[in-house]
């Protein structure tokens, strides 16, 4: 799923604010709210055993992404800051069976936000979480 790119509607995206891009690289991604999540379409004969986020963090600091598949708690990840960077998370379990089941399932993230305008950034007024440039899953 590659977040910011004209076809990432695929995925019912909920809790994503819209598409954001650099004209000069071409990279395109979307901020998360508090709680983000997309649809994943199971592939017949793939079960898949990680989830790759390609975020970064706002700010400073690392961040702390929980991550649910159907309703399920499948763990979180630590995203960094600064630059993009791959964070994977193993799939075990109910999450790994939801992944694999016969229909689609929603995948949530959530994490912490915080309000550019508030903290003295800008004039941004949206609660943001993380950036998310693509997802993987394999």
Same mark, same amino acid.
């Given at each position: 799923?590659?977040? !910011?790119?004209?076809?990432? %509607? #695929?995925?019912?995206?909920? *809790?994503?604010?819209? &598409? @954001?891009?650099?004209? /000069? ?8 709210? !508090?709680?983000?999540?997309? %649809? #994943?379409?199971?592939?017949? *004969?793939?079960?898949? &055993? @990680?989830?790759?986020? /390609? ?19 499948? *763990? ?63």
């Amino acid at each position: 799923l590659d977040l !910011g790119h004209p076809r990432d %509607a #695929w995925a019912a995206l909920d *809790g994503f604010h819209e &598409r @954001e891009g650099n004209s /000069r690289s071409g990279s395109t991604w979307r901020w998360t709210r !508090g709680r983000a999540s997309f %649809a #994943w379409v199971p592939v017949p *004969g793939l079960v898949p &055993r @990680e989830i790759v986020l /390609r975020a970064k963090a706002p700010g400073k600091d690392p961040v702390r992404v929980q991550v649910r598949v159907g309703g399920a708690p499948a *763990g979180s990840v630590e995203v960094l800051p600064e630059d993009f960077s791959d964070v994977p998370l193993a799939l075990v379990g109910e999450a790994c069976a939801r992944m694999s089941a016969g229909g689609p399932v929603r995948v949530e993230l959530t994490a912490p936000t915080f309000v550019p305008k508030d903290a003295g950034l800008g004039d941004d007024p949206r609660e943001l979480g993380v950036v998310l440039d693509r997802v993987l899953v394999r």
